[in-house]
Protein backbone atom coordinates (compact mmCIF):
# COMPACT_ATOMS: atom_id res chain seq x y z
CA UNK A 1 0.00 0.00 0.00
CA UNK A 2 1.32 3.36 -0.95
CA UNK A 3 2.26 6.35 1.96
CA UNK A 4 -0.12 9.38 1.53
CA UNK A 5 1.99 12.40 0.58
CA UNK A 6 1.15 16.06 0.43
CA UNK A 7 3.50 18.55 -1.26
CA UNK A 8 3.33 22.10 -0.59
CA UNK A 9 5.10 24.74 -2.75
CA UNK A 10 6.45 27.29 -0.54
CA UNK A 11 6.16 31.01 -1.85
CA UNK A 12 3.14 32.15 -2.16
CA UNK A 13 1.36 28.63 -0.79
CA UNK A 14 3.42 28.10 2.67
CA UNK A 15 5.08 31.58 3.07
CA UNK A 16 4.08 35.28 1.85
CA UNK A 17 7.81 35.89 0.57
CA UNK A 18 6.28 38.68 -2.46
CA UNK A 19 8.26 41.60 -0.62
CA UNK A 20 11.51 40.20 -0.70
CA UNK A 21 11.00 38.57 -4.25
CA UNK A 22 9.74 41.87 -5.98
CA UNK A 23 12.53 44.06 -3.84
CA UNK A 24 15.67 41.51 -5.37
CA UNK A 25 14.44 41.44 -8.61
CA UNK A 26 14.14 45.66 -8.78
CA UNK A 27 17.55 45.32 -7.48
CA UNK A 28 18.89 42.80 -9.87
CA UNK A 29 17.35 44.71 -12.80
CA UNK A 30 18.54 48.47 -11.72
CA UNK A 31 21.73 46.91 -11.03
CA UNK A 32 21.79 45.95 -14.36
CA UNK A 33 20.49 49.20 -15.71
CA UNK A 34 17.75 47.68 -16.87
CA UNK A 35 14.21 48.96 -15.98
CA UNK A 36 12.37 46.79 -13.20
CA UNK A 37 9.22 44.74 -14.02
CA UNK A 38 6.61 46.27 -12.09
CA UNK A 39 5.36 43.97 -9.84
CA UNK A 40 2.76 42.08 -11.15
CA UNK A 41 4.79 40.71 -13.96
CA UNK A 42 7.72 39.43 -11.11
CA UNK A 43 4.56 38.10 -9.18
CA UNK A 44 3.69 35.75 -12.39
CA UNK A 45 7.01 34.27 -12.61
CA UNK A 46 7.24 33.10 -9.09
CA UNK A 47 7.63 29.57 -8.88
CA UNK A 48 9.53 29.03 -12.05
CA UNK A 49 13.06 28.36 -11.82
CA UNK A 50 15.08 31.72 -11.52
CA UNK A 51 16.51 31.56 -15.19
CA UNK A 52 13.02 30.30 -16.45
CA UNK A 53 11.53 33.47 -14.63
CA UNK A 54 13.88 35.94 -16.42
CA UNK A 55 13.35 34.73 -19.40
CA UNK A 56 9.66 35.56 -19.21
CA UNK A 57 10.72 39.11 -17.38
CA UNK A 58 13.06 39.86 -20.39
CA UNK A 59 12.61 37.95 -23.25
CA UNK A 60 14.58 40.13 -25.89
CA UNK A 61 17.09 38.72 -23.82
CA UNK A 62 19.38 35.71 -24.54
CA UNK A 63 20.21 32.32 -22.52
CA UNK A 64 23.49 33.41 -20.96
CA UNK A 65 22.22 36.70 -20.00
CA UNK A 66 19.12 35.04 -18.22
CA UNK A 67 21.70 32.88 -16.21
CA UNK A 68 24.00 36.01 -15.22
CA UNK A 69 20.47 37.81 -13.80
CA UNK A 70 19.35 34.55 -12.42
CA UNK A 71 22.91 34.63 -10.49
CA UNK A 72 22.71 38.40 -10.00
CA UNK A 73 19.28 38.28 -8.09
CA UNK A 74 20.58 35.31 -5.70
CA UNK A 75 23.39 37.43 -4.78
CA UNK A 76 20.60 39.93 -4.16
CA UNK A 77 19.37 38.44 -1.50
CA UNK A 78 21.92 36.95 -0.11
CA UNK A 79 22.50 40.28 0.80
CA UNK A 80 19.03 40.74 1.43
CA UNK A 81 19.39 38.00 4.26
CA UNK A 82 22.89 39.28 5.25
CA UNK A 83 20.65 43.02 5.99
CA UNK A 84 17.85 41.39 7.91
CA UNK A 85 15.85 42.30 4.98
CA UNK A 86 14.20 39.13 4.14
CA UNK A 87 10.20 39.20 4.91
CA UNK A 88 9.06 35.37 4.90
CA UNK A 89 6.07 34.97 7.01
CA UNK A 90 3.50 32.07 7.15
CA UNK A 91 -0.30 32.29 5.67
CA UNK A 92 -2.31 32.00 8.44
CA UNK A 93 -3.22 28.45 9.94
CA UNK A 94 -0.31 27.31 7.68
CA UNK A 95 2.14 26.49 10.47
CA UNK A 96 -1.02 24.81 11.88
CA UNK A 97 -2.09 22.60 8.95
CA UNK A 98 1.23 21.51 8.23
CA UNK A 99 1.15 19.82 12.15
CA UNK A 100 -2.27 18.56 11.95
CA UNK A 101 -1.59 16.75 8.76
CA UNK A 102 2.05 15.40 10.22
CA UNK A 103 -0.06 14.23 13.60
CA UNK A 104 -2.86 12.17 11.06
CA UNK A 105 -0.28 10.04 8.99
CA UNK A 106 0.33 12.09 5.86
CA UNK A 107 3.95 12.55 4.69
CA UNK A 108 4.67 16.20 3.95
CA UNK A 109 7.12 17.54 0.94
CA UNK A 110 7.77 20.64 -0.64
CA UNK A 111 8.73 21.33 -4.51
CA UNK A 112 9.61 24.51 -4.96
CA UNK A 113 11.41 27.07 -7.22
CA UNK A 114 13.76 27.86 -4.01
CA UNK A 115 17.59 27.19 -4.12
CA UNK A 116 17.85 24.13 -1.14
CA UNK A 117 20.06 27.00 1.01
CA UNK A 118 17.05 29.24 0.79
CA UNK A 119 14.40 26.47 1.26
CA UNK A 120 15.67 25.25 4.36
CA UNK A 121 16.58 28.97 6.04
CA UNK A 122 12.47 29.52 5.57
CA UNK A 123 11.41 26.04 7.18
CA UNK A 124 14.03 26.29 10.08
CA UNK A 125 13.28 29.61 10.58
CA UNK A 126 9.56 28.89 11.18
CA UNK A 127 10.18 25.73 12.94
CA UNK A 128 8.63 23.08 10.50
CA UNK A 129 11.72 21.68 8.83
CA UNK A 130 11.30 18.44 10.73
CA UNK A 131 7.85 17.54 9.47
CA UNK A 132 9.05 17.36 5.88
CA UNK A 133 10.13 14.16 4.83
CA UNK A 134 11.40 15.42 1.07
CA UNK A 135 12.34 18.61 -0.25
CA UNK A 136 12.55 19.42 -3.42
CA UNK A 137 14.29 22.64 -5.57
CA UNK A 138 15.03 24.31 -8.45
CA UNK A 139 18.55 23.35 -7.35
CA UNK A 140 18.62 19.39 -8.71
CA UNK A 141 15.20 19.50 -10.80
CA UNK A 142 13.70 21.62 -14.58
CA UNK A 143 11.91 24.38 -13.89
CA UNK A 144 8.20 23.60 -13.46
CA UNK A 145 5.70 22.23 -14.55
CA UNK A 146 8.08 19.48 -15.26
CA UNK A 147 7.20 16.71 -13.05
CA UNK A 148 10.47 15.93 -11.99
CA UNK A 149 10.04 17.43 -8.46
CA UNK A 150 6.60 15.36 -7.82
CA UNK A 151 8.32 12.24 -9.09
CA UNK A 152 10.76 12.60 -7.50
CA UNK A 153 8.83 13.15 -3.88
CA UNK A 154 6.31 10.37 -4.67
CA UNK A 155 9.53 8.04 -4.95
CA UNK A 156 11.40 9.74 -1.96
CA UNK A 157 8.11 8.87 0.02
CA UNK A 158 6.92 5.81 -0.84
CA UNK A 159 3.77 7.15 -2.36
CA UNK A 160 1.83 6.53 -5.69
CA UNK A 161 -0.26 8.89 -7.79
CA UNK A 162 -3.54 8.11 -6.29
CA UNK A 163 -2.06 8.80 -2.54
CA UNK A 164 -0.23 12.58 -3.38
CA UNK A 165 -1.98 15.71 -3.44
CA UNK A 166 0.10 18.75 -4.74
CA UNK A 167 -1.31 22.01 -3.11
CA UNK A 168 0.20 25.44 -4.70
CA UNK A 169 -0.52 28.55 -5.48
CA UNK A 170 0.25 29.31 -9.47
CA UNK A 171 -0.70 27.64 -12.59
CA UNK A 172 3.10 26.51 -13.02
CA UNK A 173 1.87 24.27 -9.44
CA UNK A 174 -1.47 23.01 -11.35
CA UNK A 175 0.42 21.59 -14.46
CA UNK A 176 2.97 20.32 -12.55
CA UNK A 177 0.33 17.80 -10.94
CA UNK A 178 -1.88 16.96 -13.42
CA UNK A 179 1.71 16.07 -15.58
CA UNK A 180 2.55 14.21 -12.88
CA UNK A 181 -0.94 12.25 -12.67
CA UNK A 182 -1.50 13.77 -8.89
CA UNK A 183 -4.43 15.62 -7.50
CA UNK A 184 -4.01 19.56 -7.89
CA UNK A 185 -5.82 21.91 -5.38
CA UNK A 186 -4.46 25.58 -5.35
CA UNK A 187 -4.81 28.15 -2.77
CA UNK A 188 -6.24 31.53 -3.90
CA UNK A 189 -4.24 33.80 -1.12
CA UNK A 190 -1.17 33.79 -2.89
CA UNK A 191 0.47 35.01 -6.71
CA UNK A 192 -2.12 33.65 -9.29
CA UNK A 193 -6.25 34.41 -9.58
CA UNK A 194 -8.04 31.62 -8.46
CA UNK A 195 -9.58 31.68 -12.03
CA UNK A 196 -5.94 31.21 -13.35
CA UNK A 197 -6.28 27.93 -11.01
CA UNK A 198 -9.50 26.43 -12.16
CA UNK A 199 -8.68 27.29 -16.00
CA UNK A 200 -4.99 25.11 -15.29
CA UNK A 201 -7.26 22.15 -13.84
CA UNK A 202 -7.12 22.60 -10.38
CA UNK A 203 -9.31 19.94 -8.72
CA UNK A 204 -10.07 22.79 -5.97
CA UNK A 205 -9.25 26.03 -4.63
CA UNK A 206 -9.01 27.13 -1.12
CA UNK A 207 -9.63 30.57 -0.24
CA UNK A 208 -7.95 30.33 3.31
CA UNK A 209 -6.35 26.97 5.42
CA UNK A 210 -10.06 26.21 6.70
CA UNK A 211 -11.16 25.44 3.23
CA UNK A 212 -7.87 23.63 2.61
CA UNK A 213 -8.43 21.23 5.29
CA UNK A 214 -11.52 20.85 3.99
CA UNK A 215 -10.63 19.99 0.65
CA UNK A 216 -7.54 17.86 1.09
CA UNK A 217 -10.02 16.08 4.18
CA UNK A 218 -8.11 16.59 6.99
CA UNK A 219 -7.84 15.20 9.61
Sequence with gaps: MSNRLIVFDCDG???DSQHSICTAMVRTFEEAKL????RLAILSAVGLSLPVAM????PQADRD???HLAD????AFQAMRREQGVQEPLYPGMAELVMELDAAGWLLGVATGKSDRGLNLCLTHHGIIDR???LQTADRHPSKPHPSMLLTAM??????????????DTSFDIDMALAAGVRAIGVGWGYHLPDELVAAGAHAVAMDSGQLRGHIGAP
Aim: charged fraction near 20%.
Design 55 to 58: ARLL
Design 155 to 168: AEAGAAPDTTIMIG
Design 132 to 134: FVT
Design 65 to 67: YHD
Design 72 to 75: RYKL
Design 13 to 15: TLV
Design 35 to 38: PPPD
